[in-house]
């Protein structure tokens, strides 16, 4: 089984900042990909940012300079941090990760359970 495991989120005013955090666990042999999706209400899922195992980064253009995703692959864990927040940044973010596990020899994509951020005006 893996999981990934999703904290930070909550609500913040207009220019704040928040960070969150994806943590896999389990039966892993390689984490390749990890990064962040968004949904607003109403709106069809976004990718936000995304850092593979090599370390190249993509982003959003409409996050980019204000956001920025790292990974410490010992800890199997990504992070968002996310500065100048907008209130068009409101939305459930949810993390995933394209990842091999033992024994299995295909990776796959695998989600956290997703969390709010909220931005107020």
């Known amino acids: 089984q893996v999981q990934l495991l999703e904290s930070g989120g909550g609500l913040v005013q207009a220019g704040g900042s928040l960070r969150l955090s994806c943590a896999a666990s389990?039966?892993?042999?390689?984490?390749?990909?990890m990064g962040w999706y968004r949904q607003a209400p109403g709106k069809q899922r976004e990718l936000v940012a995304v850092?593979?195992?090599?370390?190249?980064?993509n982003y959003a253009d409409s996050v980019k300079g204000r956001f920025t995703i790292s990974r410490d692959n010992a800890k199997r864990t990504a992070y968002l941090q996310m500065n100048s927040l907008k209130p068009e940044d409101t939305a459930v973010y949810y993390c995933y990760a394209d990842i091999e596990r033992i024994g299995v020899g295909l990776s796959y994509f695998y989600w956290g359970q997703g969390t709010q951020v909220t931005v107020s005006s």
């Open positions: 850092i593979t195992s090599g370390g190249n980064i």
């Open positions: 389990g039966n892993i042999r390689s984490i390749n990909a």
